[in-house]
């Protein structure tokens, strides 16, 4: 079965510098979220799109931001790159129609994103 | 106080016994429940979800719900040295379609199954 995919799978950048990320849901489903999880640390979440709108926003930082397009793939921005940045970022993408499964989400293999 | 809470272990079980790992949350309007499965540097995967109160029961897995002690917990069966892994409880506030609800995460339990 087909699955989240997220590019690139590892990034290293400068302190200052912008990076993107990129996820490409599950066919049919219309909910992507956005979860950053630091070394050690428990996922935390960022940010939510369903039907390419932003539904829900948590701990992110006013350098980042993210849309979803309209063939439902989103993608992050994170600019003025710090050092705690350093982390996992995953995806995962859920279905709004899914009976009995009511937001059931599937998480991508992730970004490990460095910043030097 | 986390909204979601776990007993971070290490929890050490030898092979072929019982593995029972806990969750408590403190949101009462809670409605959903997820248990995921984390090796080391790879991504939470969902072997379990509940949202009834009960047992639930999927192959060597059983999740269990009680809503009014706002207590959730998963037990392995049958451990496998590749059961080793961080179990994370996660709690999403609504039972909801047409929409998202962010999972709110507990910090994992550390499960070591011993050959």
């Known amino acids: 079965a087909a699955g989240v995919i997220q590019s690139p799978r590892h990034l290293i950048k400068e302190k200052r510098e912008t990076a993107t990320l990129k996820c490409y849901p599950i066919?049919?489903?219309?909910?992507v979220y956005w979860y950053q999880q630091g070394p050690g640390q428990d996922p935390q979440f960022l940010i939510s799109?369903?039907?390419?709108?932003?539904?829900d926003k948590g701990s992110i930082p006013d350098r980042f931001s993210a849309q979803q397009f309209s063939d439902y793939h989103s993608e992050l921005n994170m600019s003025s790159l710090e050092l705690g940045d350093s982390a996992l970022y995953f995806c995962?993408?859920?279905?709004?129609?899914?009976?009995?499964?009511?937001?059931?989400?599937?998480f991508g293999p992730g970004t490990r994103l460095t910043v030097l | 106080q986390k909204e979601v809470e776990q007993n971070s272990g290490p929890l050490s079980v030898p092979e072929g016994a019982i593995a029972s790992l806990n969750c408590t949350y403190s949101?009462?309007?809670?409605?959903?429940f997820f248990w995921y499965r984390q090796y080391s540097g790879k991504s939470p995967e969902l072997i379990m979800s509940?949202?009834?109160?009960g047992d639930k029961e999927d192959g060597r897995f059983t999740a269990q719900l009680n809503k009014a002690s706002q207590y959730v917990s998963l037990l392995i069966r049958d451990s496998q040295p590749s059961d080793s892994a961080t179990y994370l409880c996660?709690?999403?506030?609504?039972?909801?379609?047409?929409?998202?609800?962010?999972?709110?995460f507990g910090k994992g339990t550390k499960l070591t199954v011993n050959p």
């Open positions: 799109f369903y039907e390419k709108m932003q539904s």
């Open positions: 996660a709690v999403s506030p609504f039972q909801f379609q047409g929409g998202s609800e962010k999972l709110v």
């Open positions: 509940i949202y009834s109160n």
């Open positions: 995962a993408s859920s279905s709004s129609s899914g009976e009995g499964s009511y937001n059931e989400q599937f």
């Open positions: 949101d009462r309007v809670s409605q959903s």
């Open positions: 066919p049919r489903h219309d909910t």
